[in-house]
């Protein structure tokens, strides 16, 4: 099998970590879609490594998903860094990137996804530097709604900022169902409408993943554990919401058995066939309208 240079992800994906390696060389055939990689991780990697991203580049849908931008920090855009992000993607015939909507640098890197105050200000300056993220990288980018544990200096709603900066930018949002879930306990607000909320036409692809319950009000984000049941339920939502996306199940910490995995993304897939059906039984019925509106016209 061989793939098309660009071709977008379709269908449900799994981040290609280095510890999956060796279970993934064991299971060539195993059922996934797609991979999605952090490009800091692989930009200038040679040698045996290198050959065997380029195998993998060379035989499925891959989609970039960055870590170290920091599009909400004060200090100035790493450009140096997006142009070895381009050649990277030009490179490996990948056209999607993105990356979140947070700060996690400063003097040095901080090695955390900070939470952008959700201000007027903010989105100014945030917006501008995605524009400058895509001019540089030629590509349209998506920004991912992060989880976060405080909201300082908060003037508007999570969903109302995010709206703002995606229109403020001419972006797009990669929806993390998982982050959704984790801030509407976190913050105390319905993760349903936040989703309902974000704007048709903007949503690239969906996240998701499991997390660690801190508290009964606090949890964090660990990627570290299977999907939950109210976060299959707001995947679910958001197909409903937006049609059926490409879907990536993010897992970076305690790596069950690949077989796993595979059933996870057996889930994903599951719940877009069922979406599937309902769109075409849906296009079914209006054109039947249509024709029966024909005959009585």
């Not at 030629?138 to 999570?158: F, H, L, W």
């Not at 409903?240 to 069950?256: C, I, W, Y």
Request: overall charge negative; proline content about 5%.
């Amino acid at each position: 099998m061989s793939k098309r240079p660009g071709q977008p992800a379709t269908g449900a994906g799994l981040g290609l970590r280095r510890a999956l390696l060796g279970p993934l060389r064991d299971s060539p055939d195993a059922a996934i879609d797609f991979f999605e990689v952090a490009p800091e991780n692989w930009i200038n990697v040679g040698g045996k490594l290198g050959k065997t991203f380029r195998a993998y580049t060379e035989r499925f849908p891959f989609v970039c998903h960055g870590l170290s931008l920091s599009l909400g920090g004060p200090a100035a855009l790493d450009e140096t860094l997006l142009h070895k992000i381009r050649r990277l993607l030009d490179e490996h015939g990948i056209s999607q990137y993105s990356e979140h909507l947070s700060y996690c640098s400063d003097d040095g890197h901080l090695y955390d996804l900070m939470p952008i105050p959700f201000t007027e200000e903010a989105v100014d300056w945030v917006a501008a530097r995605i524009r400058r993220a895509q001019d540089i990288l030629g590509r349209r980018i998506a920004v991912e709604n992060v989880s976060s544990y405080a909201t300082p200096g908060q003037e508007m709603s999570e969903a109302d900022f995010t709206k703002t900066v995606l229109q403020a930018a001419d972006c797009d949002l990669l929806l993390d169902v998982n982050n959704v879930y984790v801030n509407a306990v976190n913050h105390r607000y319905d993760a349903e409408q936040f989703i309902r909320a974000m704007p048709q036409g903007r949503v690239a692809y969906i996240h998701i993943a499991g997390h660690y319950n801190e508290a009964p009000d606090l949890i964090v984000d660990s990627h570290a554990a299977a999907v939950i049941d109210p976060v299959w339920k707001l995947l679910d939502t958001a197909y409903a919401e937006f049609g059926v996306l490409p879907t990536l199940l993010e897992r970076d910490f305690k790596f069950p058995p690949l077989a796993e995995l595979i059933n996870e993304l057996d889930h994903v897939r599951a719940i877009q066939s069922r979406h599937d059906l309902i769109g075409h039984d849906q296009r079914a019925h209006d054109t039947l309208a249509d024709a029966r509106h024909v005959r009585t016209a």
